[in-house]
């Protein structure tokens, strides 16, 4: 077809071949639009729909089981926007409030690892922008193939070095997250970024285009050519082989420094009390931004799209409305304000155009030149796509076979001699290893109020600098425990990020999101996304924490192979006072360890079962929601009272782990008495949840704390010296009599800080 | 009366340590003053602080585009004149680029963003934002920056040493690749400093490594008084 096809045409001519299955539509999906409109699409509509209904916007093979989250969510009185606007928001006290998700980028970043994972940073603060906050830090979840394979490289400088440029330069401290390698990943990198905003409450603003007459003014960069189908072709399909370069053209491109000026400029605007209503152009791009808008007002909407400022004037209609170009907003403008925004908009040197303008109709005009190409109720693009129920079916003879092969085959070092060598093969691997390498990359100071940052267990950033309150943000998503059974490995997660969170001091308040997964086409993908949604939902429930927004991203899978499920789980909790935050770190000799909970032989799907084994099979350890809830409650006590100066969890690589990261912040040593209730290799190695170890100068008066409350309590050792050591008196378990080894610092740290530059360096 | 000085901090389309830097000022006691880079008007500030960031973008070199601003070309003069300047990290960079400061920062020899908390020698403690210092004082003083090696000809490093123009050294490891791990220099007067560690990002143990950083702040305020 030639030439601008428009509602007239489309009227005129109504028996067109249309390219609708190029564009990611099913024939079903087709039908529903000629239904809908009652005539067939024009291009520019059949492209509307093609992006908006997408998986990636529309959440058709998710939406049934995300209603679970907001059908019977745990009720908390700070939640002031719950799911489904652009983030949720929670209330933290001081009239301030706080917003936060997570979102991934993984199917551009696999295409072109480092504009994929910046524009991956960009949309999600504009997210939190939209919202009416000030972004105050990012975090992300990284997940990559096996740590020497040969394409591991370029993904990992690419992404690492895409989250710190954009990042770094828009002036947003990196506070935390965590990098993961498995071969699982190889073809289907992720990229999870996460952001969060502070807001003075009457600063809220929603994403609605209300009142007739009021003007439509599109905000920041100019409109190109970059990531048109980036929602449609690119993240919501399967990669097949070598096919990746040519939808290079479907990722795109970011600019921090427009950014940077949009946030500032912005801020402005709410402040001033200038917009009714706003949006981030992200994923679909206009075609996104005008039907939601649109959607939720009161009204319709009139664009007149060639006023859009093009990067390239041979722009077609229907590319403008889908392109993906960045640092973009949509303000809904009363008439009487139009000149102040524009003025305000000029100071910033942020472009801003009179695009159109809110409606008393119903529909969503949008004209070229005059000539009508779209014409349609806005709510069918944004609201009433497609939902699927699509089949879920648990692989049985698979899974069955999975869990049955558990690691109580494999041999399990005994001496002291083997578990040294062990511990320090374990801290090397890429598994385990440092992640200094990533995170010296990004700018963890600036803004000024980061309080911790990695490598502590949770980020803490202060809110103001006229009141001591802090947030905490801690991420995870531990795909292999999920892969086992994804229901307890999504509360398995979201268990680890609460716990990282209670242990700098806070209380776990709300729960974000990232549902990485296969094909949905795959019933046996749904099954796992079914039942690790249905765990999450019960999860936040029995821990009292809402899940106030998140993103699916689905087809994670090369060919027939689907990644791990990987639910990474964000939790956002508060901290009254930030100079009683709780670093992860040993801070002084002569400090009396503590281990909270309790281990049990637990190794299925664990650290050392992959590394030394190359293992996975069995099942993930316990849940224990009630105890987590009572470790937190505990370090929550302890923390307020001042009576702990560390505290770290135990999770991925055990008591050990935790051990060698704890000594190694500050350079604190420790030696460590182990009760010889299990084998020794148990006691270090074992995953078992609802763990902390804590540190303090007063065990006595701790104790009484946490006997209030109630939980397994273990004095394991004091903090001092050079080196680490750990020994076990003589008892039935082991085959020495009494079990003892010893490694300096300066082996530890060498072991754990060598294996990521030697890689990426 | 110390309370009156003036320590203005220029706001550049970009600059992301600005408000760190206010709030460095206010936290020695000085009246901190935001200055905007399209303003030919120095609000008569009795000092200046360029901050950290990325002014426009930095898309060209750093500090190239900023160095034609107008609140620059108001900078340039009265630094000739007198005025303490300092300029941190992309204040540096803007310094260099103006030729108040010579030789010029480029990228990292590791060719990737580095942030740390870096220690440093105090090379010179006379300079009008480090006398509150001691000369050889060892000092932790946070990092982030991608192009932060300086560089200049063997004639102007050979003259910076011999004039003592040296005031910050980074002590190994040098993060960046700098020429005789020179972190920070001064103008022959002592009056305009730059350096590419972050001191506005260590005057609080809650937020930084040290609150080292803001000797530096106190000595611009000491200078001015005395």
């Known amino acids: 077809m030639t030439g601008l096809d428009t509602v007239r045409d489309a009227e005129a001519q109504p028996e067109v071949d249309q390219p609708f299955a190029e564009l990611g539509l099913k024939d079903e999906e087709y039908r529903r639009i000629r239904e809908i409109l009652g005539r067939r699409p024009t291009d520019t509509e059949l492209a509307m729909y093609s992006v908006m209904w997408s998986e990636h916007c529309s959440y058709k093979s998710s939406k049934v089981h995300l209603r679970q989250f907001a059908d019977d ?29 997570v979102e991934s980028h993984n199917h551009p970043s696999y295409v072109e690892p480092y504009q994929g994972a910046a524009t991956g940073v960009g949309g999600i603060v504009r997210d939190i922008l939209t919202m009416g906050a000030r972004p105050i830090a990012v975090m992300d979840s990284l997940r990559f193939g096996a740590a020497d394979a040969p394409d591991t490289k370029r993904l990992v400088r690419g992404v690492v070095s895409g989250v710190g440029g954009y990042g770094n330069c828009l002036g947003l401290p990196n506070i935390g997250g965590e990098v993961g390698f498995d071969p699982t990943y190889g073809g289907n990198p992720l990229v999870n970024a996460l952001s969060v905003g502070v807001l003075p409450h009457g600063r809220l603003q929603l994403a609605q285009a209300k009142g007739a007459g009021n003007q439509v003014v599109l905000l920041g960069a100019k409109t190109g050519r970059d990531g048109i189908g980036g929602v449609s072709v690119l993240a919501s399909a399967t990669f097949g082989d070598g096919e990746t370069p040519a939808k290079l053209p479907a990722v795109q491109v970011g600019d921090p420094f427009t950014e940077k000026l949009l946030i500032e400029c912005c801020l402005e605007l709410f402040d001033a009390d200038l917009v009714t209503g706003i949006q981030d152009l992200g994923g679909a791009g206009l075609s996104c931004a005008t039907s939601e808008t649109a959607g939720h007002g009161d009204g319709g909407m009139r664009i007149h799209l060639e006023r859009v400022p093009l990067r390239e004037a041979s722009m077609s209609p229907l590319e403008v409305l889908t392109s993906e170009s960045q640092e973009r907003m949509l303000a809904i403008v009363e008439p009487g304000k139009v000149d102040a925004v524009l003025a305000l908009c000029a100071r ?82 890429p598994e385990l290893c440092s992640r200094r390498w990533v995170t010296e990359q990004y700018d963890r100071y600036v803004l000024g109020g980061t309080v911790l940052a990695t490598p502590h267990d949770g980020g803490v950033v202060r809110l103001s600098e006229d009141s001591a309150r802090g947030i905490v943000l801690a991420l995870d998503g531990n795909g292999r425990f999920a892969r086992l059974d994804p229901y307890a490995g999504a509360q398995l997660n979201l268990a680890e990020s609460y716990r990282n969170v209670a242990c700098t001091g806070a209380t776990p308040l709300a729960v974000t999101d990232c549902l990485n997964f296969g094909s949905p086409e795959d019933p046996g993908v749904m099954w796992q996304f079914a039942e690790a949604t249905r765990g999450l939902a019960q999860a936040c429930r029995e821990l009292g924490t809402p899940v106030t927004g ?18 990474v789980i964000g939790v956002l909790g508060v901290i009254e006072d930030v100079s009683r935050r709780v670093p992860s770190g040993f801070v002084a000799p002569g400090r009396t360890i503590v281990l909270l909970g309790r281990t049990e032989d637990e190794l299925d799907g664990s650290a050392w079962a992959w590394v030394e084994h190359a293992h996975l099979g069995g099942r993930p350890p316990q849940v224990r929601l009630q105890d987590e809830r009572r470790l937190a409650e505990i370090l929550s006590r302890l923390a307020a009272r001042s009576l702990i100066d560390s505290a770290h969890d135990l999770s991925e690589g055990g008591l050990a782990q935790a051990l060698v990261e704890a000594v190694l912040v500050n350079d604190v040593g420790a030696t460590v008495d182990l009760e010889n209730n299990l084998p020794m290799f148990c006691e270090l190695f074992s995953e078992s949840t609802a763990r902390a170890i804590v540190t303090t100068s007063d065990p006595d008066a701790a104790f009484a704390v946490a006997e209030q409350v109630g939980y397994s309590w273990s004095e394991i050792g004091v903090t001092g010296g050079r080196s680490l050591v750990v020994q076990a008196a003589a008892g039935n378990h082991d085959p020495d009599s009494a079990m003892r080894f010893e490694i300096a610092l300066d082996a530890l740290r060498s072991a754990f800080e060598g294996t990521l530059p030697a890689l990426f360096g | 009366m110390v309370a009156s000085a003036r320590i203005g901090v220029v706001t550049f389309p970009g600059s992301l340590d600005d408000r760190d830097a206010l709030r460095a000022v206010a936290a020695a006691g000085a009246e901190p003053v935001s200055l905007w880079h399209g303003d030919r008007d120095l609000r008569a500030v009795d000092a200046v602080v360029l901050p950290g960031g990325f002014s426009y973008g930095d898309y060209l070199r750093g500090g190239a585009i900023a160095r034609f601003s107008p609140v620059v070309g108001e900078i340039v003069p009265a630094a000739a004149a007198g005025l303490p300047v300092l300029g941190i990290c992309n204040g540096f960079q803007i310094l260099c680029e103006a030729h108040l400061l010579p030789g010029a920062l480029v990228r ?15 090379d010179n403690a006379k300079t009008a934002w480090t006398n509150s210092f001691v000369e050889g004082e060892q000092i932790l003083i946070p990092i982030k920056h991608g192009e932060g090696r300086y560089v200049a000809d063997p004639e102007t490093v050979d003259e910076l040493e011999r004039t003592g123009r040296v005031v910050f050294r980074y002590t190994d490891p040098n993060p960046n690749g700098a020429m005789n791990d020179i972190a920070g220099i001064t103008n022959e007067a002592g009056t305009v400093v730059g350096l590419m560690p972050h001191p506005e990002h260590a005057i609080d143990v809650l937020t930084g490594p040290s609150t080292h950083g803001l000797a530096m702040f106190s000595s611009a305020l000491a200078s001015l008084v005395s």
């Not at chain 1, 159109?356 to 944004?382: F, I, K, M, N, Y």
């Open chain 1, 73 to 101: 969510p745990p009720r908390i009185d700070a939640m002031l926007v719950g799911i489904g606007e652009n983030a949720g928001v929670v209330d933290v006290g001081d009239g301030l409030a706080v917003t936060f998700k």
């Open chain 1, 348 to 429: 910033w040197g942020v472009l801003a155009t009179v695009i159109g303008e809110v409606t008393s109709g119903d529909r969503l005009v949008v004209t070229w030149h005059g000539q009508t190409v779209v014409d349609v109720p806005p709510g069918s693009l944004a609201d009433d796509g497609p939902v699927y129920h699509r089949p879920v079916v648990r692989p049985d003879a698979e899974q069955d076979a999975l869990n049955a092969a558990g690691t109580g085959d494999l041999p399990r070092p005994g001496g002291a001699d083997e578990l040294r060598a062990l511990l320090l093969r374990m801290i090397a691997s």
């Open chain 1, 550 to 567: 998140g993103n699916v991203s689905f087809y994670n899978q090369t060919g027939a192979t689907a990644i791990n499920p990987t639910p």
């Open chain 2, 108 to 122: 990292n020899a590791g060719l990737r963003f580095v942030c740390r908390d870096q220690t440093l020698t105090v």
